[in-house]
T-cell receptor, first 114, second 112 residues
Framework: DAGVIQSPRHEVTEMGQEVTLRCKPI?????LFWYRQTMMRGLELLIY????????DSGMPEDRFSAKMPNASFSTLKIQPSEPRDSAVYFC????????????FGSGTRLTVV | SQQGEEDPQALSIQEGENATMNCSYKTSINNLQWYRQNSGRGLVHLILIRSNEREKHSGRLRVTLDTSKKSSSLLITASRAADTASYFCATDARGNTGKLIFGQGTTLQVKP
């Protein structure tokens, strides 16, 4: 298995532009999580899905952020419009029976908004 | 809000020494997990300990859990330069549906 695949690895964009981050979870995993990591705030859970259904989006910073999971093998996190304070590393993780097993993380997308 | 708080924030030791990192948390948990993150990489799951377990081993790793004190420790024995990384504890709080809340992490440097 190739693991959790995220794209792009790096993204540099101008303030105000739309940014879309992509994630392919491990086949068979039924939970998917989006985290954001910064030096100041550490790892923050943004949203997670269980069986493709959003369960908890209380960590999404504001309406500029949205996430979708149209099927079991793909998820997107969109920021529109982007702002410099959105600069961070965004991680996707997936899990099978999250209560019982650990997460598998992707390599992350480093987003820089200038 | 962060559920887990790691201590110390940073630790520097010589190769061959043991490294101990501690984690405290606030609410009742289903399980507690430890992860490693190498610089510029994603997190890697190390070990999961359930609330009814007190100790768990995996290779050179030993994790303890004290639910009465709401604390856990990660011991890495006979450390190697390759163990240099950040280590995070994460809690699966009771009542939640499997989401993990991560602490701020301990940065470990192992000098060759």
């Amino acid at each position: 298995d190739a693991g959790v695949i995220q794209s792009p690895r790096h993204e540099v964009t101008e303030m105000g532009q739309e940014v879309t981050l992509r994630c392919k979870p491990i086949s068979g995993h039924n939970s998917l999580f989006w985290y954001r990591q910064t030096m100041m705030r550490g790892l923050e859970l943004l949203i997670y899905f269980n069986n493709n259904v959003p369960i908890d989006d209380s960590g999404m910073p504001e309406d500029r952020f949205s996430a979708k999971m149209p099927n079991a093998s793909f998820s997107t996190l969109k920021i529109q419009p982007s702002e410099p304070r959105d600069s961070a590393v965004y991680f996707c993780a997936s899990s099978f029976q999250a209560h019982n097993y650990g997460y598998t993380f992707g390599s992350g997308t480093r987003l820089t908004v200038v | 809000s962060q559920q887990g708080e790691e201590d110390p924030q940073a630790l520097s030791i010589q190769e061959g020494e043991n490294a101990t990192m501690n984690c405290s948390y606030k609410t009742s948990i289903n399980n507690l997990q430890w992860y490693r993150q190498n610089s510029g990489r994603g997190l890697v799951h190390l070990i999961l300990i359930r609330s009814n377990e007190r100790e768990k081993h995996s290779g050179r790793l030993r994790v303890t859990l004290d639910t009465s004190k709401k604390s856990s420790s990660l011991l890495i024995t006979a450390s190697r330069a390759a163990d240099t990384a950040s280590y995070f504890c994460a809690t699966d709080a009771r009542g939640n549906t499997g989401k993990l809340i991560f602490g701020q992490g301990t940065t470990l440097q192992v000098k060759p």
